[in-house]
Antibody, heavy 120, light 107 residues
Framework: QVHLVQSEAEVKKPGASVKVSCKAS????????LHWVRQAPGQSLEWMGW????????EYSQKFQGRVTITRDASASTAYMELSSLTSEDTAVYYC?????????????WGQGTLVTVSS | SYVLTQPPSVSVAPGQTARITCGEN??????VQWYQQRPGQAPVLVVF???DRPSGIPERFSGSTSGNTATLTVSRVEAGDEADYYC??????????FGSGTKVTVL
């Protein structure tokens, strides 16, 4: 069974960075892309970017360009999302989600989410 | 970026049918997905490519598109269907765009 397990909740101060991990199991890691989506409290979902887990190509939403970095460690079947220069508006649950290269239109499945709280 | 238009809430009695809409110009020309998000949980894909269901999703969940509106229909609603539902499309400019979300309340 396919599982994406994310790292635990984090509390950060404004201006700091956070790095969230997403460990995949139940499938061949490099055969699917991994994307990151966030959800602020009471808000909808917002796509942040993705990584080709095979060749490490990345693409980011313009909104986060310059602040987000997505990487992967194929030997550990794990992807990472690092967000820098945090403000209170970055307080959200961050999700990783798998996407099929051959049909890249939907996310299935999702990780359980990681709450990042930015507070002084 | 933009957000697809959904009604904030829909209420339905058990056993009845819930219809959740998602509005966007010419949405029928795009591939529409629907996700269910129960309180405190991650989203779950319930419909993809307008009307296909992933394995394990009951036939009670169905999707359709016409013109500027996509619709998720939940038939024979159960208490466990109470959740937030989000539509999503892929856009050449903004990539992945989500709806504003609809809270389905089972009366």
């Amino acid at each position: 069974q396919v599982h994406l397990v994310q790292s635990e909740a984090e509390v950060k101060k404004p201006g700091a960075s956070v790095k969230v991990s997403c460990k995949a199991s139940g499938y061949t890691f490099v055969s699917y892309a991994l994307h990151w989506v966030r959800q602020a409290p009471g808000q909808s979902l917002e796509w942040m970017g993705w990584i080709n887990t095979g060749n490490t190509y990345t693409e980011y939403s313009q909104k986060f360009q310059g602040r987000v970095t997505i990487t992967r460690d194929a030997s550990a079947s794990t992807a990472y999302m690092e967000l820098s220069s945090l403000t209170s508006e970055d307080t959200a649950v961050y999700y990783c989600a798998r996407v099929n290269y051959g049909d890249p239109y939907y996310f299935d499945p999702w990780g359980q989410g990681t709450l990042v709280t930015v507070s002084s | 970026s933009y957000v697809l238009t959904q009604p904030p809430s829909v209420s339905v009695a058990p056993g009845q049918t819930a219809r959740i809409t998602c509005g966007e110009n010419n949405i029928a020309n795009k591939r529409v997905q629907w996700y269910q998000q129960r309180p405190g949980q991650a989203p779950v894909l319930v419909v993809f490519d307008d009307s296909d269901r992933p394995s394990g999703i009951p036939e009670r969940f169905s999707g359709s598109t016409s013109g500027n509106t996509a619709t998720l229909t939940v038939s024979r609603v159960e208490a466990g269907d109470e959740a937030d539902y989000y539509c999503q499309v892929w856009d050449t400019t903004d990539h992945y765009v989500f709806g504003s979300g609809t809270k389905v309340t089972v009366l």
